[in-house]
């Protein structure tokens, strides 16, 4: 089972790697990893699962956080279920993934982003598109397109963002780090 300390810390500069294009057929050991974070994704989000093995709970996973220098990540939102044992998830996995479309108007997480690889609290506001379109393949190598809103559509960039080596906090502004908060709406 992947825990919390198996996931890299933003002082790691692999982070900071632009990751490669991923070829089809996958291999054994990246289907593995998507599973991997699949799994962790999915139990972090289990209060009771989250608790027993101290997990912290996240939305989205890049394989750049496992030390993996892929073009892939990992989305588990969950749909429904405050018992435990009756939670549902939407899982998409996204390879070799790209914006194909986004929103004019751009949003900002209210209580500001956060990051499995980030163990710290960061102030500031973090623009992201409200909404956006996205082209990647699944695991079987089909191309795949899933527009996204709101908070799905910041996990998405959240995660597109690792695979360019690019952190969330790299968009906030060390000077003023609510800038254009304005202009933006708080979600």
């Not at 089809?24 to 699949?38: A, G």
């Not at 909404?131 to 089909?142: C, F, H, P």
């Amino acid at each position: 089972m992947l825990l919390t300390s198996d996931i890299l810390d933003e002082k790691d500069p692999i982070l900071r790697t632009v990751s490669e294009e991923v070829t089809f057929p996958l291999t054994k050991e990246d289907k593995e990893t998507m599973n991997t974070m699949i799994e962790y994704l999915r139990n972090s989000q289990i209060p009771k699962i989250s608790e027993e093995y101290n997990l912290r709970p996240g939305w989205g996973m890049s394989a750049i956080q496992l030390g993996v220098p892929k073009r892939y990540f990992v989305v588990v939102s969950e749909l429904t279920g405050p018992d435990d044992e009756k939670k549902e998830f939407e899982t998409y996995v996204m390879i070799n993934p790209r914006i194909i479309s986004n929103s004019v108007e751009q949003i900002y997480v209210d209580e500001g982003e956060g990051c499995l690889s980030v163990n710290r609290p960061v102030e500031g506001i973090v623009p992201r598109y409200a909404r956006v379109t996205m082209e990647a393949y699944d695991m079987e190598g089909r191309k795949i397109h899933v527009r996204a809103r709101e908070d799905l559509a910041i996990c998405f960039q959240h995660e597109l963002d690792h695979l360019n080596g690019i952190l969330f906090v790299d968009h906030i502004d060390p000077k003023n780090p609510y800038k254009g908060k304005d202009q933006m709406r708080g979600i």
